[in-house]
T-cell receptor, first 116, second 112 residues
Framework: AQSVSQHNHHVILSEAASLELGCNYS??????LFWYVQYPGQHLQLLLK??????LVKGIKGFEAEFIKSKFSFNLRKPSVQWSDTAEYFC??????????????FGQGTTLQVKP | DGGITQSPKYLFRKEGQNVTLSCEQN?????MYWYRQDPGQGLRLIYY???????QKGDIAEGYSVSREKKESFPLTVTSAQKNPTAFYLC???????????FGPGTRLTVL
């Protein structure tokens, strides 16, 4: 069965520190990859997505992610975090064989706490 | 103003009662989804629907039921058969071919 694993469950950083959140998935075929963010009290919203092409994708608020097919990974990065980045982050995968149902499989989530 | 609305925001239920959570979207999306969010477990798919009058079970459908009589609406009923219903429930919609999903604000259900 397809699965998504986020290795960091709770990350605490100081402002201006660099961020990398790990995401690995288990599926050998074509995948679409997503990072969603849930700020305190707000809707879950899309940070960035990868469908094809350049494996380094840029999203909103200075976030980027790199798709490494050989490692089945889609890690999220930000060079310098801000207090406002405090949120829960979810990696999600849609596998090609799902027949365009749009079904997403989510990782367990990573809670990021940025200290001012 | 386009988006997804869920109601109520908070819901309390006594054991043995069925409750229905509302989800409405005005984004003209074909597909709609229900997820359950529990701490440390991410989002798990309960049911999804790609078209009116059709829906499929997700990974944790037991104890839940849905209907899709209108494109805009996808209500979720949490039945008394659901053993551990206390959770945060999220509704989403999207165009299936694009795979991106848009989420509502959620309903927090507590069983007393």
């Amino acid at each position: 069965a397809q699965s998504v694993s986020q290795h960091n469950h709770h990350v605490i950083l100081s402002e201006a520190a660099s961020l990398e959140l790990g995401c690995n998935y288990s599926y050998g075929g074509t995948v679409n990859l997503f990072w969603y963010v849930q700020y305190p009290g707000q809707h879950l919203q899309l940070l960035l997505k990868y469908f094809s092409g350049d494996p380094l994708v840029k999203g909103i608020k200075g976030f980027e992610a790199e798709f490494i097919k050989s490692k089945f990974s889609f890690n999220l990065r930000k060079p310098s975090v801000q207090w406002s980045d405090t949120a829960e982050y979810f990696c999600a995968v849609n596998a090609g064989t799902s027949g365009n149902t749009g079904k997403l499989i989510f990782g367990q989530g990573t809670t990021l706490q940025v200290k001012p | 103003d386009g988006g997804i609305t869920q109601s109520p925001k908070y819901l309390f239920r006594k054991e043995g009662q069925n409750v229905t959570l509302s989800c409405e979207q005005n984004l003209n999306h074909d597909a709609m989804y229900w997820y359950r969010q529990d701490p440390g477990q991410g989002l798990r798919l309960i049911y999804y629907s790609q078209i009116v009058n059709d829906f499929q079970k997700g990974d944790i459908a037991e104890g839940y039921s849905v209907s899709r009589e209108k494109k805009e609406s996808f209500p979720l009923t949490v039945t008394s058969a659901q053993k551990n219903p206390t959770a945060f429930y999220l509704c989403a919609s999207g165009q299936a071919t694009y795979n991106e999903q848009f989420f509502g604000p959620g309903t927090r259900l507590t069983v007393l």
